[in-house]
């Protein structure tokens, strides 16, 4: 069964730090790129991040260039994103993506991040 599992969201002051994680089990996760997006309430959901399958390229967008970082772990199965100095405007859900191409692409269910004080 395939099955990406976000953890790590919860609430934060501005300024504060939170780390996501996502694990994958159910395929080779080593073989898919990794990304992360997020969906505020009535917005589109957004590209916040992407990884390559090895790890050694990353891109962002660019509100989140300097403060996020997407790393991952293939032995684990798992891919995270540091979020440092965090601003209300960064309050979303987060979900993560494994794609291998246009036919092999799975979601997590999300975790959601609140920046607020």
Known sequence: QVQLVESGGG?????GS?????????????SYAASWYRQAPGKERELVAAVTSGGAY?????????????????????????????????TATYYCKAVRSA???????????????
Request: with cysteine; charged share 20%.
């Open 58 to 90: 990353a891109r962002y967008v660019d509100s989140v260039k300097g403060r996020f970082t997407i790393s991952r772990d293939n032995a684990k199965n798992a891919v995270y994103l540091q979020m440092n100095s965090l601003k209300p405007e960064d």
């Open 11 to 15: 609430l934060v002051q501005p300024g």
């Open 103 to 117: 036919l092999q692409d799975y979601w997590g269910q999300g975790t959601q991040v609140t920046v607020s004080s």
């Open 18 to 30: 939170l780390r996501l994680s996502c694990t994958a089990s159910g395929f080779t996760f080593s």
